[in-house]
């Protein structure tokens, strides 16, 4: 039975390399990046045999934590495909320990699972002090393995079957960005750590507390063993062990039940009326607008970006504090760099429709509709973000002169980028996250050819607004006349670039029609 | 196996080119309800107009039937009586012809049933008739507009249920049925209303208010049908109509579907379900491999036997299941 499993999982690995080319770079590049980390992991460890125990005690301990962490919440923040699903084996009438045996035994050829089995190898080399020790790190490799590999299972299984309705996926997606939207300030904290001074100090006190926790103490427990304690060392050990042995029953249990139990029901909720659709006109544009509004409220893709446009700018603000940029400089960023991003995120929106797109082009909608129904959720956050947002940050920076310009600036941006949009959204689809996918789900065949637009898309919206930009910075230099030139070239050229913007991407919508609906398919 | 009578037989194309179906029978008089018990008597009077022009050669396929050159008239895309008329529809993906010069004639008022194996193209061929995919060759003509070179009016024609294609399901019933409305430029008052009877016929009242996205696949398909229908189309173009809906609610569709035919409205629909096919269809092609091997009316095209047989037939006939005596030998 386990050699099927394990028979199975290297089928499947093998017809990964049976994909299309531009996957296949992908994969092969994974591939170098998971195993690289690896090899750094095994130089420093094997470095480490040469330190201080204290010292390697407190590096390993806090680094080994994380991976562990890693294998466990990962899967859980960003749901991995998963193949080897447990209920995918329901109908094969075997009992179920052994199929949580085969699949925890298969679920060890992976990449993942090779660079963990690599990392726990090379901590037996910096742990080799004394016979205790020794024991210790090579039973604790087999511990370290059989936890991260099982936790992944675990959580992955957790992650496809707990998490399965539309609802719960959406919203583990959006906790998992906003819990790494909160870490960064704690990224910032750590970077302000004088390291050279007190960065011993603080690793050693984040590690002896890792160090009690099932997910550090298989790392602690040959450092104990190092420094003489034995004791401690058991103790460590005997938490790791138990740890690992809670996840082997987490898991047969888990198994156990979904292998009986059908999906998870949604609990469905119940609107009233027709929302946004009764606050539009009845034409096409107007019901696309309405559309369009209801997604950006409904759906979990449309919340990363509207998280994300504000987060991003003020990430970019601190990174520049912290660089030592003067406060009132960095005052006059946010709005035309949130101005950038509300419209740079609409740049992929016929993809976000997938296959539903079939309606327009059957109901025969007019390009330049679509096009202006999609833009109007923009517009109705980018034109208050200007109005209201440019008065602020002129009055932080502290000089009133500059709003002229911050207006201008920030119409150019939006207006322009939204014309940009329309164009490539319409020319240049990508493959996106399908609806009802986790926001953070992986596209099938997402290649190059996506970071592609998404840059031009981005650098292009700056550089069609470089003429406003350019005043601008005359403005802040030579005061005077040139804020205003600023505010009245970045609205006009603006304006005219979202008409040319709509009329051209309405046309190649009307044309290609078929042909975008064909693409949608294909993803 | 000859056709049963004169009116299926005749093939006026060469040898090579695949049979096209043709049917034109008057306008059906309008009787409700109507049920296809009527069909034989009505179908009495086809002949005579199809003799006129069928030549004298041999059929390529037993049960294909004349080409559309009703009474000579050259107006072909303009004869009143045609509402869809496909011409030499081809698609190709890459070296493979999923759809090899399909022809079909469908008059106003009747039901004409398109059935096949998995993978015949009955798919492709709607799509490309309802201008979701663009073809290879060949032309598709609603109501006398060309779906490619006059969309406008040709899809203003038409209403669609496309197959296995997303909705926009994050919006609510009710909204999915507005928003199909407006698109197909009804005003906002005419949709609501239409919107109310529809749910009431497709028995989707208490669903109106919850997402697309958490309906059952029935009632997603029920909902996909009532929008298809939101702006009294001439043409119904279904693919898959009743897949995963409920007896009850098949019972339904095909009442709303039978009462809006008796108006002189058409339907084309796609199914594997043969007994339902022969029970509501007036006219049925039978698509193989891309090829319409068999069309024309229910009578002729069954034969004697069931549609299913003669399906089964033309479609390759049945493996006989020898070799699988094991299978009655049961494992413990």
């Known amino acids: ?523 | 196996m000859a056709p049963p009578n004169a009116q299926a037989a005749g093939a006026g194309t060469p040898e090579g080119t695949p049979a096209s179906a043709l049917i034109s029978p008057p306008r059906r008089p309008i009787s409700l309800p109507r049920l296809p018990v009527n069909l034989p008597r009505f179908f009495t009077s086809v002949p005579r107009m199809l003799v006129k022009k069928r030549t004298a050669e041999a059929p390529r396929t037993e049960a294909a039937v004349a080409p559309a050159t009703v009474g000579g008239s050259a107006r072909e895309n303009a004869d009143p009586g045609i509402v869809l008329r496909v011409t030499d529809l081809v698609k190709r993906f890459g070296s493979t012809v999923a759809v090899d010069q399909v022809s079909l004639s469908v008059p106003a008022g009747t039901i004409f049933g398109i059935v096949g194996p998995n993978g015949a193209g009955k798919t492709t061929t709607l799509s490309m008739v309802t201008g979701l995919l663009r073809p290879d060759g060949g032309t598709v003509a609603v109501h006398g507009a060309d779906v490619w070179s006059d969309p406008v009016v040709a899809k203003r024609n038409m209403g669609v249920l496309p197959d296995r294609l997303r909705l926009f399901d994050r919006l609510t019933g009710g909204q999915l049925l507005y928003y199909s409305g407006i698109l197909r430029g009804l005003d906002a008052a005419t949709v609501r209303a239409r919107s109310h009877d529809l749910a009431v016929a497709f028995g989707l009242e208490d669903a109106l208010g919850r997402l697309v996205a958490d309906y059952s696949a029935g009632m997603t398909k029920k909902i996909a049908l009532a929008s298809a229908m939101i702006h009294s189309p001439r043409l119904l173009v279904l693919d898959e109509p009743f897949e995963s809906v409920d007896p009850v609610s098949a019972a339904n569709v095909t009442e709303i579907l039978q009462r809006y035919v008796a108006a002189g409205g058409t339907v084309v629909l796609s199914s594997h379900s043969m007994d339902l096919i022969q029970r509501i269809c007036d006219l049925v092609a039978i698509v193989v491999s891309g090829r319409v091997l068999a069309a024309g009316t229910m009578e002729d095209v069954r034969g004697a036997g069931s549609l299913e047989e003669r399906f089964v037939e033309l479609a390759g006939g049945r493996k006989t299941a020898e070799g699988m005596e094991w299978l009655h030998s049961f494992s413990d």
Not at chain 1, 108 to 128: S, Y
Not at chain 1, 300 to 317: D, E, G, K, N, Q
Not at chain 1, 392 to 421: E, H, K, Q, T
Not at chain 1, 481 to 490: D, F, I, Q
């Open chain 1, 1 to 523: 039975m386990v050699a099927q499993f394990l028979g199975l999982k290297l089928r499947l690995l093998a017809n990964i390399f049976r994909r299309s080319p531009i996957q296949l770079v992908g994969i092969i590049i994974g591939l170098v990046y998971g195993l690289g980390l690896a090899i750094v992991a095994v130089i420093g460890l094997v470095g480490l045999r040469f330190v201080d125990t204290p010292l390697a005690a407190s590096i390993t301990v806090t680094i080994g934590s994380v991976v562990v962490a890693a294998f466990l919440l990962v899967p859980l923040a960003f749901g991995v495909d998963d193949t080897l699903d447990p209920r995918a084996f329901s109908l094969f009438g075997v009992p179920t320990t052994r199929i949580a045996a085969g699949l925890a035994v298969a679920a060890l050829v992976g990449v993942p699972a090779l660079a963990i089995a690599v990392i726990a190898v090379a901590q037996v080399a910096t742990w080799t002090r004394n016979p205790l020790a020794t024991i210790l790190a090579l039973l604790g490799a087999v511990i370290i393995v059989v936890t991260c590999v099982l936790g992944a299972r675990v959580s992955t299984s957790i992650a496809a079957f707990l998490l399965a309705t539309r609802r719960a996926r959406e919203i583990t997606g959006l906790i998992a960005l906003i819990v790494i939207v909160s870490l960064s300030p704690l990224v910032v904290a750590l970077t302000a750590v004088n390291w050279q001074r007190d960065g011993l100090f603080v690793l050693s006190g984040v590690s002896d507390v890792a160090a009690w926790t099932p997910l550090g103490a298989v790392w602690s427990a040959p450092a104990e063993a190092a420094s003489g304690h034995v004791g401690l060392a058991l103790a460590k050990f005997a938490i790791a062990v138990v740890f690992a042995g809670a996840l082997w029953f987490a898991w047969r249990a888990l198994v156990g039940w979904m292998l009986v139990t059908p999906q998870r029901e949604a609990r469905t909720k119940r609107y009233s009326g027709l929302g946004w659709f009764a606050s539009v006109p009845a034409t096409q544009t107007g019901a696309i607008a309405a559309r369009s509004i209801t997604y950006w409220v409904r759906d979990a893709r449309y919340h990363t970006s509207l998280v994300a446009i504000p987060i991003a700018p003020l990430i970019f603000v601190v990174a520049l504090a912290v660089a030592g940029v003067p406060g009132s400089a960095l005052a006059l960023i946010p709005v035309p760099a949130m101005s950038l991003f509300l419209s740079w995120a609409i740049h992929n929106d016929v993809s976000y429709d997938h296959s539903a797109i079939w309606l327009h082009v059957a109901s025969n909608v007019s390009g330049r509709a679509d096009r202006l129904g999609r833009i109007v959720p923009a517009l109705i956050l980018g034109v208050p973000l200007i109005l209201i947002g440019s008065p602020i940050s002129a009055s932080i920076y502290g000089d009133p002169s500059v709003l002229p310009s911050m207006i201008g600036v920030s119409s150019s941006v939006l207006l322009a980028g939204l014309g940009l949009s329309s164009v490539i959204s319409a020319r240049f689809p990508y493959p996106a996250v399908r609806p009802g996918d986790s926001p953070f789900a992986q596209p099938q065949a997402s290649g190059t050819a996506a970071g592609l637009i998404q840059s031009v898309a981005f650098f292009a919206a700056i550089i069609l607004a470089l003429p406003a930009l350019g005043l601008a910075a005359l403005g802040l230099m030579y005061g005077g006349a040139w804020p205003t030139l600023s505010l009245l070239v970045g609205v006009v050229l603006g304006v005219v670039f979202l008409v040319l913007g709509v009329t051209w991407g309405g046309a190649i919508f009307n044309r290609r029609g078929p042909e975008l609906l064909a693409f949608t398919l294909r993803n």
